[in-house]
Structure formats: C-alpha cells, structure tokens
C-alpha cells in the first residue's frame, strides 16, 4: 500500500505544484476526482455534469478529470490519496472516511435513518456539521457536498426470507468495521473485497451474496450474477465529495463559489436520478430474471441491533439514539 501511495504521490507531484502563481500563468488547474462506480451510475454522471459546468464557468481554466470503476483505486486508496495531495478530490461513503474521523461511521449504521430527509437533518445539522469539521480538522479533507447513495439491500443466490437463511454465506462487504459487524450479527461471513472486483467474485462463487442499494446493483450489473433481489433496506448511505483542504484553500473566492455552485447542481441532478431509478429499477430486474422478495424486515433489523455495542466505542453511548431522534 505505501509503495503504491509513494508512486501516487510522485505522478502527483505536479498536481501539487499547481496554486494561485500557476493560475496566473494561464496554466489549467487540472484535477483528478475518483469513484469506484461505473459510469452509468448517477453519481458519476452527477460529478461529470459538475465537470462541464466548472469547465464552461471557468473557459476551462480549471478541469475537473472523472475518473470511475475504481481507475485510481479502491475507495480507501483514493482517500488517502487526497489526504497526500495526488489527488484532489474523491467520493465515497461516511464510513469509508471514518478511518480518519472514527465516529463518521455511525452515519452508515443499520435501520439509523428513517428516510433520505432525515439523514440530511442530521448530516446538516449540529451533528453531522461536527463530524465533517473533524475530518477537515484532523486530515485535510472537506466535503463539498452530501449525496444521498440510497438504501442498500441484499441480493443472493438462494431465497432469503429471514436473518437464519444468510447463515454462514459468504457476503461481501465493504472493509469497514460496521459493516463487518452487521454480518456477523445476520450470522454470515462477511468477505471483505474491492468494489471493482465483486462481479466477478460473484460470478466465479468466490462470494455468494452482496448489499448495494438499487442503481448500485444496477450500474454494476449484479443482476445478471445473482437471482434473489432481497429489500432488506438495512442501510441509508450519505456519501460526501472531498476535497483537499489545502487545494480548497488554494482557490481564490470566485472559484470556490464556481465549484461550490457546480458541485451542488451536480448533486440535485444525481440525486433525482437515483430517486427515481429506486422507484423504477426493480421491475427491470424482475424481466430480467430476478426474484423479488420482501424478507422480515423487522427480523432483520433486530439482528443488526446487536452490532451496535460493539461499536459504541467509536462513537460514543448514546449516539446512534441521539441521531435517531433527530426530527
């Protein structure tokens, strides 16, 4: 990993050389933003739309280069990448980030929100404000925007009605401490893995099930290696859009206001299209082949009631029922 981040950081070093004298001298700020979705999910056609608008507003002074499917690497790669200047800007979700702020990773906590107006009550609110503060503060890295990824299910290749049916299933997961908790307590085995490198675990049998949310299993086209589409919904995800502070700082007021206003139309316009691919995307799978199931909801969410403790050392007591009041 360090030798990987070194090489990064030598690519980089002329990104880090770019500032306000650069500018003056009519050279382009050129910046690199990465997502391991693919290209058709909404959030990379949102960062694309940011990038024509950055591009036009500023006549293409400043280029915001979109990278997807995980070209700069895994989400953590990439993270850690703007935290050392080689890359300036990443998207991935609050517990990915919650290497470097511990208690982000509660914003990705199972049954935490009631919908997407309440994550956003809480993410803009005094709490949620808070703890991007503290990853500005500790690592360098400020969010430009929340994003609404969506509510993530689980889908597997056999029927799964309750938390007894993933018993021993070897469920890929996100490399997060919560989400390998969560499994656990459903009595699977939580295989750790690279976005980039699920469908094909999927297809191979390395790893019998996943959870995304709908457009995720879309865009990467699990519907194609699995049969079972469960809605389980046991987790609302905001994801954020850093940048690097000191890059951040580094632009005059107009331009942060341009990349500002680029970002946040960018995020309406990703945001719509999930809504609205949540809505539509689960009759597409059923022609093509899937089954649909609504399992116990309710058993579900008891299950994952039993990773909280486990986990409240990173957070602190009683905050997962503190968020959870938030109206």
């Known amino acids: 990993m360090r030798s990987r981040l070194m090489i990064a950081l030598l690519v980089g070093f002329a990104f880090l050389q770019v500032g306000p004298g650069a500018l003056a001298q009519d050279k382009p700020l050129v910046m690199k933003w990465g997502i391991v979705l693919q290209p058709e999910h909404p959030f990379v056609l949102g960062m694309k739309k940011t990038a024509e608008i950055v591009a036009q507003k500023t006549n293409n002074r400043i280029q915001l280069q ?51 107006n309440h994550m956003y009550a809480v993410m803009r609110g005094p709490i949620g404000q808070e703890m991007l503060e503290e990853l500005v503060a500790k690592r360098g890295l400020r969010s430009l925007g929340v994003l609404y990824y969506g509510v993530r299910h689980l889908t597997a290749n056999k029927p799964v009605h309750k938390p007894e049916d993933v018993k021993g299933m070897k469920l890929r997961v996100p490399e997060v401490p919560l989400y390998l908790e969560m499994a656990r307590a459903w009595g699977a085995n939580p295989t750790p893995m690279a976005f980039a490198e699920l469908y094909l675990a999927l297809k191979q049998g390395t790893v019998d099930a996943q959870e995304n949310p709908i457009p995720t299993i879309n865009s990467g086209k699990f519907y194609e290696v699995q049969k079972y589409l469960i809605l389980t919904g046991h987790i609302m995800v905001p994801q954020f859009h850093a940048i690097s502070d000191a890059l951040w700082k580094s632009l005059s007021p107009g331009d942060q206001k341009i990349l500002q206003e680029a970002v946040d139309e960018g995020i309406a316009f990703s945001n719509d299209l999930l809504i609205k691919q949540e809505q539509s995307l689960v009759d597409e799978f059923k022609k093509k082949g899937m089954t649909v199931i609504t399992p116990d909801v309710e058993a579900f969410r008891k299950a994952s009631m039993t990773a909280i403790p486990k986990l409240e050392e990173k957070w602190g007591k009683g905050l997962f029922e503190k968020i959870a009041g938030v109206r």
Not at 66 to 89: H, Y
Not at 91 to 116: C, H, K, N
């Open 66 to 116: 979109v990278f997807p499917s995980a070209q700069l690497g895994t989400g953590k790669d990439m993270i850690e990448a703007v935290v050392f200047g080689s890359q300036a800007m990443a998207t991935e979700g609050a517990a990915m980030f919650s290497q470097w702020a511990p208690r982000l990773s509660i914003m990705e906590a199972p049954y935490l929100f009631r919908d997407v």
